[in-house]
T-cell receptor
Framework: GQNIDQPTEMTATEGAIVQINCTYQTSGFNGLFWYQQHAGEAPTFLSYNVLDGLEEKGRFSSFLSRSKGYSYLLLKELQMKDSASYLCAVREYTGGGNKLTFGTGTQLKVEL | EAQVTQNPRYLITVTGKKLTVTCSQN?????MSWYRQDPGLGLRQIYY???????DKGDVPEGYKVSRKEKRNFPLILESPSPNQTSLYFC??????????????FGSGTRLTVV
């Protein structure tokens, strides 16, 4: 099984940088994903990490430390449209296949 | 356009009246899954399917059924809906390779209300 923890909500200012943390416990780690979800809409893929280190993609970066069971999503130059829920999801290999388990999400509010 | 199509988007029904939510993908994905999303609980997996005729329970399968007769379709069946199944439902699909940078593609969601 898995246990994924991320803060429930965060507030940041337009133009600033925000870091959303995610910690997890799993026995068959096989990748970590970040998704963005606007209210009432489907989650959309942001980033993927399977090896330790930083993956950068425009204004978004994601970091992974497998030994610590820790990841973060870094959002730079925040815009109002970044107000959304950010979901950390861990893929675990279970022998019968892969299973993707989601955290409860971090609701980010970007203010002027 | 590569997509996962769910229908209906919104549904209000009464307790006990059987319903089916359809899900179809056009990406030839082997893996398909159903999630429900409730406030404070995040996305919880109901059922998943690794390929045609192969289905398995997720974390919250009670009260639901699925079938996978064709690769593209993965309907979710509620034989006797109850108010605690009021939720936002998402279908998702992906490749079924052991590893790699392939995330899930989600449908637009079905908001179900059972009264």
């Amino acid at each position: 099984g898995q246990n994924i923890d991320q803060p429930t909500e965060m507030t940041a200012t337009e133009g600033a940088i925000v870091q959303i943390n995610c910690t997890y416990q799993t026995s068959g780690f096989n990748g970590l994903f970040w998704y963005q979800q606007h209210a009432g809409e489907a989650p959309t893929f942001l980033s993927y990490n399977v090896l330790d280190g930083l993956e950068e993609k425009g204004r978004f970066s994601s970091f992974l430390s497998r030994s610590k069971g820790y990841s973060y999503l870094l959002l730079k130059e925040l815009q109002m449209k970044d107000s959304a829920s950010y979901l950390c999801a861990v893929r675990e290999y279970t022998g019968g296949g892969n299973k993707l388990t989601f955290g409860t999400g971090t609701q980010l509010k970007v203010e002027l | 356009e590569a997509q996962v199509t769910q229908n209906p988007r919104y549904l209000i029904t009464v307790t006990g009246k059987k319903l089916t939510v359809t899900c179809s993908q056009n990406m030839n994905h082997e893996y398909m899954s159903w999630y429900r999303q409730d406030p404070g609980l995040g996305l919880r997996q109901i059922y998943y399917s690794m390929n045609v005729e192969v289905t398995d329970k997720g974390d919250v399968p009670e009260g639901y059924k699925v079938s996978r007769k064709e690769k593209r379709n993965f309907p979710l069946i509620l034989e006797s809906p109850s108010p605690n199944q009021t939720s936002l439902y998402f279908c998702a699909s992906s490749l079924a390779r052991p590893s790699g940078n392939y995330g899930y593609t989600f449908g637009s969601g079905t908001r179900l209300t059972v009264v």
